[in-house]
């Protein structure tokens, strides 16, 4: 059985586009050993494994951000849901054997906005999950399943943990794959590659509350130094609610398009959410974050990164 050692936070799938904002604040103050299936693009402790396998770790950690999952955009997890729905819940198991076993006393596990898939009231609380139906997308029920084993551990193990609820994660690093990245990257591509008209899935009303990726990192830096994340879920999320026709919008006018936006509609996917306005009055009161990083001057940056790197 593989053995991880040698630090003081343990992060899974720290080679992910959130998982380097997470590990460049955390390296700042602390020992971060990261655990993929792909060696990380930055400097950092790293050990290769699979973590559908069972594993340990030494007891020298002290704190695991769960961030490995199977995950993509909507165009992904729309092809792959049988590895989301057999999948991520095995990892989870093994993380949680493995900190179990260890002197690991707290897990901080990355679930998702899409545990809201049918939520109709808003802005809508970390408790309204109890309320409305649970996610008809295997990815979606595949976090909410993992929301469940955090407290099953809890209960039976008294291990601690935190659930963050990350909201339309965007920035720069996230190339803007075809299966893997998310609305804003497509676009910006798109955009970049004069495609006329430019195509959305869906009517472009959809809407959502973007955050960006160095918030969403100090929302982890937070939950891992604030007592009062211990045992708690929170949504993390900016605090504006944006239509996909307006983020286009914008990204138009960033880019000095010079002739009028013309927009093809394509068919929405099966599982897309209408609306995804989540509150997160939550984590601001109890763990005093708030997300800092203004839309338009992340679209920018955002922009900027994807058009050096092509």
Not at 256 to 275: A, C, M, S, T
Request: one cysteine or more.
């Amino acid at each position: 059985m593989t053995r991880i050692s040698g630090g003081q936070i343990l992060v899974t799938g720290g080679s992910g586009f959130i998982g380097k904002y997470v590990v460049a604040l955390l390296q700042k103050e602390f020992d971060v050993v990261v655990v993929d299936q792909t060696k990380p693009n930055y400097k950092t402790k790293f050990q290769k494994i699979n973590l559908l396998e069972p594993f340990t770790i030494s007891k020298d950690f002290e704190k695991c951000i769960h961030l490995a999952a199977i995950v993509g955009g909507i165009q992904y997890f729309t092809k792959h849901s049988v590895e989301n729905i057999r999948d991520n819940p095995r990892m989870v198991g093994n993380v949680f054997d493995a900190c179990v076993n260890s002197n690991v006393n707290q897990v901080v596990y990355t679930s998702s906005s899409v545990v809201y898939q049918h939520q109709k009231k808003f802005p809508f609380k970390e408790n309204d999950v109890l309320s409305s139906p649970p996610p008809t997308s295997a990815y979606g029920l595949s976090k909410l399943i993992g929301e469940h084993f955090c407290k099953a551990y809890h209960e039976q193990h008294g291990l601690n943990y935190t659930v963050l609820r990350p909201f339309n994660a965007y920035g720069p690093g996230e190339e803007p794959d075809p299966d893997y990245a998310h609305v804003i990257p497509h676009l910006i591509k798109k955009v970049l590659s004069n495609q006329y008209p430019v195509e959305i899935y869906g009517s472009g009303n959809q809407s959502r509350t973007f955050t960006h990726g160095m918030d969403i990192a100090n929302a982890y830096l937070s939950s891992i130094k604030n007592k009062n994340a211990l045992n708690e879920i929170f949504n993390v999320s900016g605090n504006k609610e944006f239509k996909i026709n307006e983020v286009l919008k914008r990204i138009w006018k960033i880019a000095n398009k010079k002739k009028p936006l013309k927009i093809k509609h394509l068919p929405e996917f099966p599982h897309d959410v209408k609306r995804r306005y989540p509150s997160n009055k939550k984590i601001s009161k109890k763990l005093k974050w708030k997300p800092k990083i203004n839309f338009d001057d992340g679209l920018k940056e955002t922009m900027e990164w994807i058009k050096n790197e092509k």
